[in-house]
């Protein structure tokens, strides 16, 4: 069964590998392709919304992880469960945040307390919020926000450092019950994430910047030149309103005497829109590299792609068969498993002229234990019976939960006489032991069934023959052991 899993899990990632490059290079040879027949199309409909797509991706790791960190700080039990319990040791929740912006490399990290005001920053308590400062009137928006809107992203200046203006990710949290308890969240250096943008533009050869929803430009790098809004720039006038109603566009304008072609996308999380130019002549002189980088991404996301692939695959395989062939209650091999090590066990066996063995065991009086104590406690009683099983064997044997509390041993290169030895320690070993729950002393025996197997004997006539015996130990008063010769 193992190497039929193994076999289809490497045919899924040929196939699969085999689509994701076929799929990659066609979409690259055709971009290109439609570029050289018409340069305005293939910039305006492929090659800039495709650089924007690229972009967004980066984006999502670069500039989207203050919001997973702030999400994840909104939902922290500690921060919740600190705040209904009055806000006691401060110091604590200092700790908490200072934690938070070390690991995740922020600038500032902070949570607010709807009940007391206080404004908790890394450093310490910083002040309280008032309602008629206009410094704090975030808050009070934030606070403000529509039921399912739970956080905002806005630049403003550092509460803790007047000199550094920050990127602010504004979380509302919420009490186990819904009801709004303050607001917390990180902060980003707007210097780095213009550093990122800068990075953007050299990698790609683009003008990119942020707008908000009203078109502000929130973002841009150190060397931008141009208006402050959309509305402002030349050529943009009419056209400013068709990038803030929509959540993707591409168009072109005229500029300084030159055609710029733009695309907008919504970058929902941040709720600004990411904005990617690039001028007629500068992608003439780029359209042939950005085909080989698009091939060479195309390779790197197939092979992210596979890794991610090939590793959940291995990993769920592995649970799959480990949940095929284990019981859950007491961590032992099933039922199921037997068989296929049976084989292999006999395999062994007549290779190197050696004996193999079974012990089946049964708890005594196990009914009575369910109907004294409850199946919680029989439950308790089956997984020590079974760690004390496991405790007597060889790595090589194998120990499978058979019935209900019925167990059957596997004994590689042992004789009848060796597997009944096992059998009396084992027996002896469980009645000597007192389980002791909630107060009640319960004393367990089991009895036991041993065979030794017999050439060419199949495995459901050794294991009858133990069963047979196991059934006489029962006729004959339990917590004891019979052989079948």
């Not at 607001?183 to 250096?189: D, E, I, Q």
């Not at 002549?281 to 692939?309: D, R, Y």
């Not at 079974?386 to 405790?391: F, G, P, Q, T």
Request: charged residues 20%; negative net charge.
């Amino acid at each position: 069964m193992g190497s039929k899993v193994w076999n289809d899990k490497k045919r899924f990632i040929w196939i699969l590998s085999l689509l994701l490059l076929t799929a990659f290079i066609a979409i690259s040879s055709i971009s290109y392709q439609v570029a050289h027949n018409s340069l305005s199309e293939q910039i305006e409909n492929n090659s800039l919304p495709l650089t924007s797509d690229n972009i967004y991706s980066e984006i999502q790791q670069d500039l989207l992880k203050p919001i997973f960190i702030s999400s994840l700080m909104a939902q922290d039990t500690f921060v919740r469960d600190w705040t209904i319990n009055n806000e006691e040791n401060p110091e604590q929740l200092v700790r908490y945040l200072r934690e938070i912006q070390q690991k995740y490399d922020t600038v500032t990290s902070f949570f607010v307390s709807e009940g007391s005001r206080n404004y908790y920053h890394s450093s310490g308590v910083l002040r309280k919020i008032e309602d008629v400062s206009n410094d704090d009137a975030w808050y009070f928006r934030v606070r403000s926000l529509p039921q399912n809107e739970d956080y905002e992203v806005n630049i403003d200046t550092d509460t803790a450092d007047k000199n550094r203006t920050v990127i602010y990710v504004n979380f509302k949290v919420y009490d186990f019950e819904g009801n709004f308890i303050g607001v917390t969240g990180v902060g980003l250096a707007v210097e780095s994430v213009k550093t990122l943008i800068e990075l953007y533009q050299s990698r790609y050869n683009r003008r990119v910047y942020f707008t908000d929803r009203q078109g502000n430009i929130t973002l841009r790098s150190a060397g931008f030149e141009g208006a402050k809004t959309l509305q402002t720039t030349d050529g943009l006038q009419n056209l400013s309103t068709r990038v803030l109603t929509s959540p993707s566009a591409s168009f072109s304008y005229e500029r300084d005497g030159k055609t710029i072609y733009l695309n907008s996308r919504l970058v929902e999380e941040f709720k600004w829109y990411l904005i990617v130019e690039q001028d007629e002549v500068q992608a003439e002189k780029t359209l042939l590299t950005t085909f080989w980088i698009n091939i060479g991404l195309s390779l790197l996301v197939t092979f992210s792609i596979l890794f991610i692939a090939n590793m959940t695959l291995g990993k769920y395989q592995r649970k799959l068969e480990h949940m095929a062939s284990t019981d859950k209650l007491t961590g032992v091999a099933n039922r199921q498993v037997f068989e296929e090590y049976f084989s292999r066990t006999l395999s062994h066996s007549m290779a190197e002229s050696s004996h193999t063995s079974v012990v089946i065991l049964d708890i005594d009086h196990f009914k009575q234990v369910n109907d004294n104590y409850g199946h919680n406690i029989g439950d308790l009683v089956i997984q020590t019976v079974a760690n004390e099983v496991k405790s007597y064997l060889k790595s090589e044997d194998l120990v499978c939960r058979w019935g209900g509390e019925e167990f059957l041993i596997l004994l590689e290169n042992t004789n009848i006489s060796q597997a009944h030895n096992i059998a009396e320690k084992l027996t002896s070993g469980i009645a000597s032991r007192t389980t002791r729950v909630n107060g009640h002393e319960i004393n367990i025996t089991i009895s036991c069934g041993v065979a030794e197997y017999r050439k060419s004997e199949q495995s459901a006539e050794l294991i009858n023959r133990a069963d047979i015996a196991l059934y006489q130990a029962k006729e004959q008063g339990r917590n004891q052991v019979v052989l079948s010769y």
